[in-house]
């Protein structure tokens, strides 16, 4: 039996780094062991916000890769500061941090580009690909977003090929997302957003959330929704030798709206009154960590324990979560918020490390870790829990005890996943 055919279309692609990349560029890699053939669409000369060329070597030499053209504003918004580069990666300022610029720049990105500042790839993408789709078969087209404008090209598509099985995959939810609200919407724009994620929602076959609660939340807007988390592929493991230094590292992009800002009080109350800790600690940054959030902690206590090493690639960025001792995650505090599953929590796991994770209660993240014993989950106003939670960890890696054994991770392999993934569409494409 031949195998069926998906086309993914996709902005991101390597060589783009960051967790946006992962999830697709994973499933292309397993899709072929459970009888898929994929093919990618993508943008020929995309701005991506991170760059990773060591993410090329997942990609098979066989995979069929068709381009088109892209035309971005973003380059435009960057002209006005560099603040505005942010807006790429969907961060941004917040309260007094924001400049008129920044204002001026979060207003026209939300009213004038809808759904996001890619919307120019749609028009011309559906054009190449009613004829590409018309000249080849395919049993099956996804659309993955953020960002959420590709959904449109899907939406298009499922009206020329009624017949072909369409798969919305959302990365992040659309008008959930914590950050939607920064928009400055007009009435207008707002109806518009919420009118066009409804038609995506309705339209397609099969939509794709990353977490529980948003797949709940999609089959209440009438989405046939699947829950399919993100996930760890398996990375070479290097025994881990005992440092000096008692390591807590954050690895990825930390921005305004999920600093956990109670996390540094409680270690700078901890570093003025343990001598101990204060020569033993280390914080650890891997990635991008928001300039604002950098100035506090340099103002701080905490200056002298951090450790900024940048945006490294995946690898390297996996072994130094592998050489830490605790690994810190965190989510918007917003209720709203409870479906975010962070895509670098799956790695973490990998690691064997325990996480100190950040977020609503009840949060999809605190079942994961509660049902896998791999962490601890904190509201951003529990003090006391947290400073107990930081000393246990910090006098179990002091006598050398060993941590309590995560359970149940394999479920969360990139490859089980995938299997799960094949599963869903080959019950819909019988």
Not at 1 to 17: N, Q, V
Not at 234 to 263: D, I, M
């Amino acid at each position: 039996m031949s195998a069926k055919k998906i086309l993914i279309i996709t902005y991101y692609w390597p060589p783009a780094g960051g967790p946006g990349v992962q999830r697709w560029l994973k499933f292309v890699k397993y899709l072929p062991d459970f009888g898929w053939k994929p093919a990618v669409f993508i943008p020929e000369n995309p701005s991506y916000p991170i760059v990773d060329e060591t993410l090329k070597k997942d990609v098979a030499e066989d995979l069929e890769i068709i381009k088109n053209r892209i035309w971005e504003p973003y380059q435009i918004a960057e002209f006005f500061g560099k603040e505005n580069k942010k807006f790429k990666a969907g961060q941004f300022d917040v309260g007094a941090n924001q400049s008129w610029k920044s204002k001026l720049s979060v207003w026209v990105r939300g009213n004038f580009f809808i759904p996001d500042a890619r919307v120019f790839w749609v028009r011309p993408s559906v054009k190449i690909l009613k004829k590409y789709l018309a000249e080849n078969h395919f049993d099956a087209v996804v659309t993955t977003g953020p960002p959420h404008s590709v959904h449109l090209i899907g939406l298009k598509l499922k009206r020329e090929f009624p017949d072909l099985k369409w798969i919305a995959d959302f990365r992040d939810p659309w008008t959930e997302i914590s950050y939607y609200k920064h928009l400055k919407l007009t009435k207008a724009a707002d109806s518009k957003h919420r009118n066009l994620e409804q038609q995506v929602f309705q339209n397609a076959d099969i939509t794709l959330a990353t977490s529980y609660v948003d797949a709940e939340n999609f089959r209440k807007k009438g989405a046939n929704a699947f829950c399919i988390t993100n996930g760890f592929d398996h990375f070479e493991t290097a025994e881990k030798v005992k440092s000096n230094k008692f390591t807590l590292s954050y690895v990825g992009v930390l921005e305004q709206l999920r600093n956990p800002e109670v996390l540094w009080k409680v270690l700078n109350d901890i570093l003025l009154e343990n001598s101990d800790f204060r020569s033993d600690f280390e914080l650890k940054s891997v990635g991008r960590i928001d300039d604002k959030i950098l100035e506090k902690i340099t103002d701080s206590p905490l200056r002298n324990s951090l450790r900024n090493l940048g945006y490294l690639s995946h690898s390297e960025a996996n072994r130094e979560m592998q050489n830490s001792d605790l690994l810190l995650i965190t989510n918007f505090p917003d209720e709203s918020s409870k479906g975010i599953i962070p895509g670098k929590i799956f790695e973490y796991l990998a690691s064997g490390n325990q996480i100190l994770s950040f977020g609503p209660k009840d949060s999809d993240v605190k079942k994961i870790l509660d049902e896998t014993g791999a962490g601890r989950h904190f509201i951003y106003d529990d003090i006391d829990g947290l400073k107990t939670f930081i000393l246990q960890q910090y006098h179990l890696w002091k006598s050398a005890d060993a941590q309590p054994e995560t359970q149940n991770i394999e479920r969360f392999s990139r490859r089980n996943l995938t299997k799960r993934l094949a599963e869903i569409l080959d019950v819909d494409t019988a």
